[in-house]
């Protein structure tokens, strides 16, 4: 017999409460989705970040724009470091505590017309007057890769890169910057990809300052015609430039002087150049000459850096260059006959005039000196040289003989010590034949050698160029470095806006080098460079 059903109709409205409930809850849901979405479109943006997944990311992301076939990401709002309110219905959410870590890094990019980049590169046979480099423009600026390392340089991660690539090299990392921004008013910074070395290299031989100029005038005209301008009339402006910083620093329009007026003109005085060497203006900052090496990978890095501390060194010191006997008070032809007069086994020389010049080659370079303790840097055509970073890369103990040649210069990337990564001897004991090089570098105890190459080999990732492939985990390569100083100083600038002061003072500003100097190795150091 079967049981009776008992309170029958209870269970049934029990049943119908559950369903009305469940109901209830689903709509509260979908109104609390609909007031993060409504927010949108009232002004009220939600949170986007790069480190977030895909599920986080804001529901009205536009498509990627693109600079040069390379994506670049949706901007993020300014008040990422704010609450973020969505309200619907006397629903109140907020996201607190959320930073957005691109915050004062963004960086906007300038579509120039391609005549002022690219279409520079179209005319590679002429880039340099006496050389074909379109060789060079290889594998995004590094040049044809070392098929034959013979031992002396690591398997992979090494090129046949020309000093003047720099420029090329710079624009394509930089598409690969994890804070770009397609929209110019979230950016801290803004960058001119102008090849203003490349462009200039064509006419420094035979043409006159008009055609030296022509490329000059016509950027300066074309960034003036942008809304970005307007914003701070130039002074969030970078660019890159590939030569020393006399190149583009003519005075007047004599035919005979040298280079174009390209930072004389009013719209540059108000831009941050960055160069292989700067000159004594506060709006030129020096950064590393490009070097043989690239790695991939931060293990790439890694391995170099114990092959160059532990390796056994035959040679006290070297040198590879060559004479300057024209230059007045050059010191080259001393440092040579000082090498060669050496004891045996003391002092290593490279000829870079010698017939089938080796000097171009990165194996014979780094071959001479990853075989010596210290590697001497005198002037040249100008104070720097790209031989000091292929020593750094090696583990060499840079020498220098004039405090513009390192010092004063790569202010963002050496130690503010001088005397733990390097020697300085001033050129005016060379050249009054005061001073025994051999004996001074041999008072320095083989401990403290290897402390200085400690120092030296630390240097390595600051001062390298890193495949554009690359994301870097442990490093900051040299590009790396240089865009968080170039947002840093335009950020200051911004500061001193906000505060009705007058940015302009000190921001293009000569006759710095004391000044850069003293920034880099203290006051009291100052004196006992000259």
């Not at 997944?53 to 990422?80: C, F, M, R, W, Y």
């Not at 600026?141 to 390392?149: A, T, Y």
């Not at 307007?230 to 402006?237: I, K, L, S």
């Not at 040289?385 to 010092?407: E, K, W």
Request: charged share 20%.
């Amino acid at each position: 017999m079967e049981k009776p059903i008992v309170n029958g109709s209870h269970c049934h409205n029990q049943l119908w409460f559950i369903i009305r409930a469940s109901f209830v809850f689903c709509l509260v849901l979908l109104c609390l989705d609909y007031s993060v979405l409504s927010g949108v479109k009232n002004g009220v943006f939600p949170l986007v970040s790069q480190s977030f997944s895909g599920s986080q990311k804001t529901h009205n992301a536009t498509q990627l724009a693109a600079i040069d076939e390379i994506s670049v990401p949706n901007p993020i709002s300014n008040d990422a470091h704010r609450d973020f309110p969505f309200r619907k219905n006397n629903y109140n959410i907020t996201l607190a505590n959320v930073t957005d870590p691109c915050s004062g890094k963004y960086i906007f990019v300038h579509r120039l017309p391609t005549r002022f980049n690219n279409g520079v590169l179209r005319d590679c046979r002429n880039l340099i007057k006496w050389f074909n480099m379109c060789h060079s423009l290889m594998n995004s600026g590094f040049g044809p890769k070392v098929v034959k390392p013979q031992g002396v340089l690591s398997r992979k991660n090494w090129f046949e890169t020309n000093q003047f690539m720099l420029e090329l090299i710079f624009h394509q990392r930089i598409k690969q910057y994890k804070c770009l921004t397609n929209d110019s008013s979230m950016a801290s910074a803004v960058y001119v990809p102008f090849y203003a070395g490349l462009d200039v290299g064509r006419y420094l031989w035979g043409y006159n300052t008009s055609v030296r100029d022509s490329a000059a005038y016509g950027v300066a005209d074309w960034l003036r015609k942008q809304h970005e301008w307007n914003r701070m009339f130039g002074q969030d402006h970078f660019f890159v430039a590939g030569r020393i910083a006399w190149d583009f620093r003519r005075q007047t329009d004599n035919e005979s002087e040298w280079g174009s007026k390209l930072m004389n003109l009013p719209e540059f005085m108000n831009i941050t150049m960055l160069s292989i060497e700067s000159s004594s203006w506060s709006n030129e900052f020096a950064i590393p000459y490009p070097t043989y090496f690239h790695p991939l990978r931060n293990i790439n890095v890694v391995h170099w850096q114990k092959r160059t501390r532990t390796r056994k060194r035959r040679y006290l010191f070297c040198f590879a260059g060559a004479p300057r006997p024209t230059m007045k008070g050059s010191i080259r032809g001393e440092i040579i006959n000082q090498c060669l007069s050496a004891p045996n086994r003391t002092c290593k020389f490279l000829d870079c005039k010698a017939e089938g010049n080796k000097c171009d080659t990165p194996v014979e370079v780094i071959k001479v000196f990853r075989d010596c303790n210290f590697c001497l840097q005198p002037p040249g055509d100008s104070y720097t040289r790209r031989s000091t970073f292929d020593s750094i890369i090696s583990g060499c103990i840079p020498v220098f003989f004039h405090p513009y040649s390192a010092y004063a210069q790569y202010i963002w990337y050496f130690p503010k010590n001088y005397t733990k990564y390097s020697v300085y001897i001033p050129q005016n004991d060379i050249k009054n034949g005061n001073v025994s090089i051999n004996r001074v570098l041999s008072r320095f105890s083989e401990h403290r050698i290897s402390e200085m190459r400690k120092e030296v080999v630390k240097l390595i990732p600051k001062v390298i160029y890193a495949n554009p492939k690359s994301r870097f985990e442990r490093f900051e390569d040299a590009i790396d470095i240089a865009l968080k100083k170039v947002t840093e100083r335009v950020n200051k600038v911004g500061e001193v806006m906000k505060e009705g002061k007058d940015p302009s003072v000190d921001f293009a500003a000569g006759n710095q080098w004391k000044l850069k100097l003293a920034g880099i190795v203290g006051d009291q150091a100052l004196e006992t460079l000259f």
